[in-house]
């Protein structure tokens, strides 16, 4: 939640103070907000916007993950299976 929360709202400036950007040269520097960068420039260091949509993305993927290992279990009969030794690692069974 704090991945997606600073992404999207105290990096983009939606509720939030926003983040530190110097200018080129180091002489203006400021807080402002940054629109997250959605194509490929996002990879890029130099671009603030990667900063934020790195981190809306990565929430984004650990919810989606998240609710997969919720919804997906295993059977019962290969859970017993496995307690009763017939999928285990032993070379003479």
Same mark, same amino acid.
């Given at each position: &939640? ?8 105290? &990096? +983009?400036? %939606?509720?939030? !103070?926003?983040? #530190?950007? !110097? ?6 520097? /400021? &807080?402002?907000? =940054?629109?997250? +960068? #959605?194509?490929?420039?996002? *990879?890029?260091?130099? =671009? ?11 929430? +984004?993927?650990?919810? %989606?993950?998240? $609710?997969?290992? %919720?919804? =997906?279990? $295993?059977?019962?009969? *290969? ?6 030794? /017939?999928?285990?690692?032993?070379? *003479?069974?």
């Amino acid at each position: &939640v704090a991945c997606f929360g600073f992404g999207t709202c105290y &990096v +983009t400036g %939606l509720y939030g !103070p926003r983040i #530190w950007l !110097p200018d080129p040269y180091g002489l203006t520097s /400021k &807080v402002q907000p =940054v629109n997250p +960068t #959605w194509d490929v420039e996002g *990879f890029d260091p130099f =671009v603030q916007g990667g900063i934020a949509s790195h981190h809306i993305v990565a929430r +984004t993927l650990d919810i %989606l993950a998240s $609710l997969f290992h %919720l919804s =997906v279990h $295993l059977s019962p009969t *290969f859970i017993q299976r496995i307690m009763y030794g /017939k999928y285990g690692n032993h070379p *003479f069974q």
